[in-house]
């Protein structure tokens, strides 16, 4: 597994922006597709980004597509996510993740195809 540490979280007014940061380290990270997901309190783990190994391709659900943007840094083992026009509605904690992968086109929506997770960061967005 890779382990993952999330940054960049924080106290947002809506309308406002934030760039999530998640350092990979322990394995190569070009193996892994990475994802982003989210839990609000009382609610069920929600993915809103996923990119492929390569960077090359990118999946939002639609709660967050035109407002959130994954990218890669493979060079720097490092997937961020950029957050714009943030609606309280987001706020929850942000958690990144990584699947091992020999495909490199591949991005899964599904928690359970990710086998590395970081701790967590808090995204509050307020009105």
């Known amino acids: 597994q890779v382990q993952l540490v999330e940054s960049g979280g924080g106290l947002v007014q809506a309308g406002g922006s934030l760039r999530l940061s998640c350092a990979a380290s322990?394995?190569?990270?070009?193996?892994?597709?990475m994802g982003w997901f989210r839990q609000a309190p009382g609610m069920e783990r929600e993915f809103v980004a996923g990119i492929s190994r390569s960077g090359n391709n990118t999946y939002y659900p639609d709660s967050v597509k035109g407002r959130f943007t994954i990218s890669r840094d493979n060079a720097k083992n490092t997937v961020y996510l950029q957050m714009n026009s943030l609606k309280p509605d987001d706020t929850a904690v942000y958690y990144c993740a990584g699947e091992r992968t020999s495909v490199l086109s591949r991005v899964s929506r599904l928690s359970s195809s990710y086998d590395s997770w970081g701790q967590g960061t808090q995204v509050t967005v307020s009105s």
């Open positions: 322990g394995r190569t990270f070009s193996n892994y597709a």
